[in-house]
C-alpha cells in the first residue's frame, strides 16, 4: 500500500470509503450525412476529460461531507476555484487540475450508516487545448530583432519558370 493518500484536491484529502473514479472524455462531431444513410461527420475536437467520483462518508465524519461541499462551492477572482487532482487514473491521463462541474450530491446509504457521495471533475486547461494553443503561437511566431519585435518572415518561393511566366501574367492583369 502507499503512503500517497487516495485522492486529494490541492492537498485537501478526500478520504472516501469505497472510492470509486470514472473517466470520461468526449470526442465531439457532428453528423453530415443529413436524410442520407451516410455515415459522413465533422471533427469538433476533443473536449475536457472528466473525472466521476463517487464513494461514502461514514455519518461520524460529517466534516468531511462539509469540507467537500465548501470546495465545490469556492471561488476565485476567475469563477469557480480550480484544483490540483492527486489520484493515480488523474495523473495516468495527464489530468492535473479541475474544477467541480454538474452536480455534487449525497444521500443516504441504506443501512450503512454513511452518505453516498458523488460529484464530477472536469479539466481545466485541457491537454487538447494546450496543444492548440502551441500550434496557434507557433503559426504567429514572432522574432526579436535589434530594431524591435517583427512577425516572422518566410523564406521568398522558388518558382519554376512556367509560375514566373504565370505570375508576370497575373501582375499585368491584377487582381480580380
Known amino acids: 500500500m502507499s503512503s500517497q ?14 472510492l470509486e473514479v470514472s473517466v470520461s472524455m468526449r470526442l465531439q462531431d ?9 455515415t459522413a461527420s465533422s471533427q469538433q475536437g476533443v ?25 465545490a462551492e469556492a471561488e476565485d477572482s476567475s469563477g469557480r476555484s480550480r484544483y490540483r487532482v492527486n489520484h493515480d487514473m488523474a495523473t495516468a491521463i495527464k489530468m492535473r ?26 479539466e481545466y486547461i485541457s491537454v487538447a ?5 502551441a500550434r496557434a503561437s507557433s ?11 517583427s512577425g516572422a518572415e518566410e523564406a521568398p518561393e522558388q518558382l519554376t519558370r512556367f509560375e514566373r511566366i504565370l505570375k508576370s501574367i497575373n501582375d499585368t492583369i491584377g487582381p480580380a
Do not use: C, M
Not at 457532428?30 to 451516410?38: E, H, V
Not at 441504506?110 to 472536469?122: H, K, M
Not at 503559426?139 to 519585435?149: E, K, N, P
Open 47 to 71: 473536449k475536457a476529460k472528466e473525472l466521476k467520483i463517487t464513494g461514502l462518508i461514514p455519518y461520524d465524519n460529517e466534516a468531511l461531507l462539509t469540507l467537500l461541499y465548501q470546495l
Open 97 to 122: 487540475e479541475a474544477t467541480f462541474t454538474g452536480d455534487v450530491s449525497a444521500s443516504k446509504a441504506g443501512d450503512l450508516q454513511a452518505w453516498r457521495v458523488s460529484f464530477t471533475l472536469r
Open 129 to 133: 487545448e494546450k496543444k492548440a494553443e
Open 5 to 18: 493518500p487516495e485522492f486529494a484536491l490541492s492537498g485537501q484529502v478526500l478520504a472516501l470509503r469505497n
Open 139 to 149: 503559426d504567429s511566431a514572432v522574432t526579436q530583432t535589434a530594431q524591435g519585435t
Open 30 to 38: 457532428t453528423d453530415q450525412s443529413g436524410q442520407s444513410s451516410g
